[in-house]
């Protein structure tokens, strides 16, 4: 298959999975292991593209059934893609509709020939097909466009998994039939299978055989057990091409991402940081600030010492605690922090593992979060061992 991308690794951990790499995309370069914040409607909630850019970001989500819907397709051909419509000209990826048959069930009927959606604005009908979804993420002119899959709750058991699975491979061979600007564009498959190991393994495989240029590890993320997450994804990054960048869908709190860049994830994408900003709820190294208590009345220091951003070098823990859930520049200020602070942390993952010294950071990382190795997650202590890195031994050197 045709690839507009170009993937290079730079370094590998000598002890876990990690690895630093660079993806070059058709609207620049990508530094991996990479968070990619999420702009639905074409924007993130409540920040310019400017003010992403500003923060350092090299690429963000965009939602095909969302921009489907409004602005629509016809508007998106006439202004010439998604980049120029949102004055965006960093790279994009988009997922391809199949999250909105979780998020959207009750408004969903899911086919062999697609999905129909009941609009949430208006209530018309739209069948979402392989073929429709392509025709709109071209339209869009994604960097990275992702396959439309069948999505089943990760809570989901029995045959419907399966039966998810196999028409997730069915779909991405029309995917690839459909898709118009292979030259400009990337395709990636994304792998089903829920929780169970045979049904990932056999994706994997037949996947593999369509040879796209990325894959996505989908379906997790949804409520499962944590302990059962891990092991679907290091399962999954040990049977994937390693050389092809690896993305794990809907991961956003910090310790996922420093667990499964460990376990050989390159690529990430959440609300998380924007969503909780809308609580008051500020991201630190250190732990979750709840900026709506009153402890942080009087407090006049930023949210956190050593961050650059706008917010934290203009405003105070004080000023924030009369705006945040009443203002809408409270969350404004807070989601252009928890965005830096995301991408922060994912530079100094990379640092790290390009130094050869990921280990250590990890170390470090769930000791200033945690601060008590009794309350670490078992999970990301057993995942962690996995891949030769023991959280409850004495600290790396």
């Known amino acids: 298959m045709k690839s507009a991308l170009k993937w290079e690794v730079l370094a590998k951990c000598s002890t876990t999975k990690a690895r630093a790499a660079v993806l070059t995309l058709p609207h620049g370069p990508v530094n991996a292991p990479v968070f990619m914040p999420v702009g639905t409607q074409g924007t ?36 010439g893609g998604a980049h120029l419509f949102q004055g965006w000209n960093r790279n994009l990826l988009t997922d391809s509709g199949g999250f909105q048959m979780v998020s959207l069930l009750k408004l969903a ?39 439309l899959d069948d999505v089943v709750s990760s809570l989901t058991t029995g045959p419907r998994v399966e039966e998810a699975m196999w028409r997730s491979i069915r779909w991405l061979d029309r ?46 993320s949804g409520g ?35 667990v499964c860049v ?7 994408d959440c609300v998380f940081p924007t969503r909780t900003a809308r609580f008051g709820n500020a991201l630190t190294a250190t732990g979750t600030l709840s900026l709506r208590q009153a402890k942080f009345r009087d407090d006049f220091r930023p949210i956190e010492e050593d961050c650059d951003c706008v917010t934290c070098k203009s405003y105070t823990r004080a000023y924030l605690y009369t705006l945040v859930t009443k203002e809408t520049v409270g969350c404004h200020l807070v989601s ?11 530079r100094q993952v990379r640092q790290s593992v390009i130094e050869d010294r990921f280990p250590q950071f990890i170390h470090k990382f769930f000791k200033d979060l945690f601060k008590e190795k009794d309350a670490y997650p078992k999970w990301a202590v057993n995942a962690l061992k996995s891949v030769n890195v023991d959280l409850l031994a004495g600290e790396e050197s």
């Open 336 to 346: 252009i922090h928890n965005t830096a602070y995301q991408l922060r942390l994912m």
């Open 109 to 147: 009927e899911i086919t062999e020939d697609g999905v129909q959606f009941e609009s949430p604005h208006d209530g018309s009908l739209m069948l979402l097909t392989p073929e429709h979804s392509m025709s709109l993420q071209n339209s869009i002119g994604a960097d990275i466009m992702m396959q």
């Open 44 to 79: 993130l909630k409540g920040l310019t593209p400017d003010q992403i850019k500003d923060l350092g970001c090299q690429i963000m989500l965009n939602n095909t059934y969302h921009l489907g819907l409004r602005p629509g397709q016809e508007l998106l051909d006439k202004c």
């Open 175 to 220: 995917c690839i039939k459909a898709h118009k600007k292979p030259e400009t564009q990337n395709l990636f498959a994304i792998i089903q299978g829920g929780l169970d190991p045979e049904l990932r393994k056999k994706c994997i495989e037949e996947m593999l055989k369509r040879d796209t240029p990325g894959y996505a590890i989908g379906g997790l």
């Open 262 to 268: 460990a376990l050989g994830v390159d690529m990430f």
């Open 224 to 258: 499962e057990e944590k302990d059962k997450f891990w092991r679907v994804v290091t399962l999954c990054t040990d049977l994937m091409p390693r050389e092809k960048p690896i993305y794990c869908m809907g991961v956003g709190y910090a310790e996922d991402l420093v």
